[in-house]
T-cell receptor, first 114, second 112 residues
Framework: GAVVSQHPSRVICKSGTSVKIECRSL??????MFWYRQFPKQSLMLMAT?????????EQGVEKDKFLINHASLTLSTLTVTSAHPEDSSFYIC??????????FGPGTRLTVT | GENVEQHPSTLSVQEGDSAVIKCTYS??????FPWYKQELGKRPQLIID?????GEKKDQRIAVTLNKTAKHFSLHITETQPEDSAVYFC???????????FGKGTTLSVSS
């Protein structure tokens, strides 16, 4: 099956700094990747849709200047959390759809902002 | 856009009993409905899915039913085991190419 990786798996940063999370499709090309955020004991909330070679589409309420998404190649999408604050602490999960309907998920990145 | 409601939020059953989780969706154009199992700190794992041209699908102890007219779908787990304990999410996809939208999740606890 399709494999999606994320790096790092865990990151701790100080308030005000920026953090970059990478999402890679290892054995397929992903023209579209999705970024979700999951707070403790809550559901996966779609943040944005990342399209290779074009600007990301953000969901309502998600600040595009705070959560910078870049999808520069068919195998890599990055999410940069700029000027992170403690309320940005969350589990960030990327996913990609190959052919058909199934959506494959990365292992997630646990972000803690102190 | 799509909105998915999921019930119940928590479900406790005895080992061997059946468990049923129900979801409703809002977008009549939605045509793909997967169910995921998520363990703490892990990625969601697809356990079964159904497409809008099918009313029911079964895989061993797990089954999913879909009622397009009523816009709801359900997950059925029979002969539950302690290892079935996890958080289960339903999801729906509207237009082709769009992302999955998730329900709020159900925490299933199976006691032996």
């Amino acid at each position: 099956g399709a494999v999606v990786s994320q790096h790092p798996s865990r990151v701790i940063c100080k308030s005000g700094t920026s953090v970059k999370i990478e999402c890679r499709s290892l054995d397929f090309q992903a023209t579209t990747m999705f970024w979700y955020r999951q707070f403790p004991k809550q559901s996966l909330m779609l943040m944005a849709t990342s399209n290779e070679g074009s600007k990301a589409t953000y969901e309502q309420g998600v600040e595009k200047d705070k959560f910078l998404i870049n999808h520069a190649s068919l195998t890599l999408s990055t999410l940069t959390v700029t000027s992170a604050h403690p309320e940005d602490s969350s589990f960030y999960i990327c996913s990609a759809r190959v052919r058909g309907e199934e959506q494959y998920f990365g292992p997630g990145t646990r972000l803690t902002v102190t | 856009g799509e909105n998915v409601e999921q019930h119940p939020s928590t479900l406790s059953v005895q080992e061997g009993d059946s468990a049923v989780i129900k979801c409703t969706y809002s977008d009549s154009a939605s045509n793909y409905f997967p169910w995921y199992k998520q363990e703490l700190g892990k990625r969601p794992q697809l356990i079964i899915d159904i497409r809008s041209n099918v009313g029911e699908k079964k895989d061993q102890r797990i089954a999913v039913t879909l009622n397009k007219t009523a816009k709801h779908f359900s997950l059925h787990i029979t002969e539950t085991q302690p290892e079935d304990s996890a958080v289960y999410f339903c999801a729906a996809r509207g237009q082709a190419g769009t992302a999955l939208i998730f329900g709020k999740g159900t925490t299933l606890s199976v006691s032996s």
